[in-house]
Nanobody
């Protein structure tokens, strides 16, 4: 039913940029919060940021402001702009979705992978030195 498909990953040199896309279908896009996560080999899946209502975006402080999330409701697509990439950014990048209704519930932790019902298959980003 609901599908999230990431694209835009690939091989890039350190210092370069990439823009990832997450195309959503099977849901009312404007009613869902969209988040980005990443997972490096042997590491836990890490929260990157979340965008909902088209007016609020929160990011993990560990990313030092290099990443930016945006959303295009007409295209039912969310983006992750990544600048000044480093080898440490090498990972599989995932998008995730959750309804606005659930996001507003008491105790909902937007940084936890357990709180998201829908996930994409991921796209590989490899940053060379």
């Amino acid at each position: 039913q609901v599908q999230l498909v990431e694209s835009g990953g690939g091989l890039v040199q350190a210092g370069g940029s990439l823009r990832l896309s997450c195309a959503a279908s099977g849901l009312t896009f404007s009613n869902y919060a969209m988040a980005w996560f990443r997972q490096a080999p042997g590491k836990e899946r890490e929260f990157i940021g979340i965008l909902w209502m088209g007016v609020s975006t929160l990011y993990s402080g560990s990313l030092e402001g290099r990443f930016t999330i945006s959303r295009d409701n007409a295209k039912t697509t969310v983006y992750l702009q990544m600048n000044n990439l480093k080898p440490e950014d090498t990972a599989v990048y995932y998008c995730a979705a959750e309804s606005q209704r659930d996001v507003l519930k008491t105790g909902w932790d937007f940084r936890s992978i357990r709180e998201y019902h829908y996930w994409g298959q991921g796209t590989q980003v490899t940053v060379s030195s």
